[in-house]
Nanobody, 112 residues
Framework: QVQLVESGGGLVQPGGSLRLSCAASGTIFSVDTMYWYRQAPGKLREWVAAITWRGTTLYADSVKGRFTISRDNAKNTVYLQMNSLKPEDAAVYYC??????WGQGTQVTVSS
């Protein structure tokens, strides 16, 4: 079965950076478009970024220019480099393979 395991979250000050990772198993990762979503307390889960198997990337307007999604098909892993973090970026971040497969998420807290 498909498993997605996110890691790399933590506490960071505003303006800081974090790099999230998502390790996938049980799927043909190299042909999947992979996505990052986030969910803040009391809010709906929102899409953040996507990367196709060819490496084409798309971003939500709220993170464009600050976040970078990438992937390593040899490691079945997708990354989210987050720079210039803002308090409103605080959320649980999830990766997704375009199906109803979700990991446990990784918490990102942005606070001074």
């Amino acid at each position: 079965q498909v498993q997605l395991v996110e890691s790399g979250g933590g506490l960071v000050q505003p303006g800081g950076s974090l790099r999230l990772s998502c390790a996938a198993s049980g799927t043909i990762f190299s042909v999947d478009t992979m996505y990052w979503y986030r969910q803040a307390p009391g809010k709906l889960r929102e899409w953040v970024a996507a990367i196709t198997w060819r490496g084409t990337t798309l971003y939500a307007d709220s993170v464009k220019g600050r976040f970078t999604i990438s992937r390593d098909n040899a490691k079945n892993t997708v990354y989210l480099q987050m720079n210039s973090l803002k308090p409103e970026d605080a959320a649980v971040y999830y990766c997704n393979d375009g199906e109803d497969h979700w990991g446990q998420g990784t918490q990102v807290t942005v606070s001074s």
